[in-house]
């Protein structure tokens, strides 16, 4: 009897632990506990990590099988907070979206080595944004809407 529970005890944990991992395949191990979220831009599905805005994707060598990261700040940023690519390893797009998520406008933002980087603001004021590799955006246009 004690060999069965033990048996069952093991087998459970195995297809828990085999559950757990398996969506985390290709996903860079730094976002293994993050929050993810599946998203809705102009009617398409992005599959998005939800990131901190003071960390976001600096040394993150590759987003795996994610679409993108999510910035979802608590209000609104005023235009003159957007984001930059210090310590970034790869070239980003990233789209701002309002707070009733509408499309603000997108920049593609090469990586940068110098000691200070440019930072890339948008024109209104903005609550959400999405950065993916550069070109990954490029779709995005006006009347876009964000569904979280």
Known sequence: MRRLVA?????G??????????????VPDRFWLSPRETVSVGGRE?????VGYA????????????????FALDRAASPDHGMGMDS?????????FDADGYF??????PVCRAEECPTYTPSQPWQF???????????????????R
Do not use: C, K, N, Y
């Not at 960390?55 to 999510?70: M, N």
């Open 7 to 11: 048996i069952a005890v093991t087998g």
């Open 13 to 26: 944990l195995v297809i828990w632990g085999v559950a757990w991992l398996v969506p985390r395949i290709g």
């Open 46 to 50: 992005l599959h998005v990590v939800r």
């Open 55 to 70: 960390t976001g994707l600096r040394q993150v060598p590759s987003l795996g099988g994610l679409d993108g990261a999510l």
């Open 88 to 96: 970034t390893l790869m070239p980003l797009d990233v789209a701002f």
């Open 104 to 109: 603000i406008e997108r920049f593609t933002m």
């Open 129 to 147: 944004a999405i950065e993916a590799p550069a070109g990954a955006l490029g779709w995005i246009s006006h009347g876009a809407v964000l569904v």
